[in-house]
């Protein structure tokens, strides 16, 4: 699976969801959009994609959110559409457990890049 892309996804940061979001974490909503709100339009919108495709083969049951990395040019402004493509940079096994590798690159309007993520998901009792 290493190497496979995900067709881009359109993903709009909708000022109430933003809001809620700042509150969850108690951060003043006015503060503008939060960093971590990056794993909404960044990762929430393509490892989706990942999880969907019978390709990937992906055992959801066994499956561990291992890391979450993101690095930002910006954050993005609410009323914004952002552009977030997906794709799996690596995909190996070891003793038994699959470790992939997905990176997400976001853009804005403009493509301007805003926002990397970069995920580990860990899948156990890879290979039978």
């Given at each position: 699976?290493?190497?496979?892309?995900?067709?881009?996804v359109?993903?709009?940061?909708?000022g109430?969801?933003?809001?809620?979001?700042?509150r969850?974490?108690?951060?003043?909503?006015?503060?503008?959009?939060?960093p971590?709100y990056?794993?909404v339009?960044a990762?929430?919108?393509?490892?989706?994609q990942?999880?969907?495709d019978?390709?990937a083969?992906i055992?959801?049951?066994?499956l561990?959110h291992?890391?979450q990395e993101?690095?930002?040019?910006?954050?993005p402004q609410v009323?914004?559409?952002?552009?977030?493509?997906?794709?799996?940079s690596?995909?190996?096994e070891?003793?038994?457990?699959?470790?992939?590798?997905?990176?997400t690159?976001?853009?804005g309007?403009?493509?301007?890049?805003?926002?990397?993520?970069n995920?580990?998901?860990?899948?156990?009792?890879?290979?039978?």
């Amino acid at each position: 699976m290493a190497g496979r892309e995900y067709p881009p996804v359109e993903f709009t940061i909708e000022g109430d969801q933003v809001s809620a979001f700042a509150r969850a974490l108690g951060v003043d909503p006015s503060d503008g959009v939060p960093p971590t709100y990056a794993a909404v339009y960044a990762l929430g919108t393509t490892a989706p994609q990942l999880f969907a495709d019978e390709e990937a083969a992906i055992d959801f049951a066994n499956l561990l959110h291992a890391e979450q990395e993101f690095e930002w040019e910006r954050q993005p402004q609410v009323g914004e559409t952002v552009t977030a493509r997906g794709r799996v940079s690596s995909d190996s096994e070891r003793r038994g457990v699959r470790l992939i590798r997905f990176e997400t690159e976001v853009s804005g309007a403009d493509a301007a890049p805003i926002c990397r993520s970069n995920a580990l998901f860990v899948v156990r009792g890879a290979g039978g």
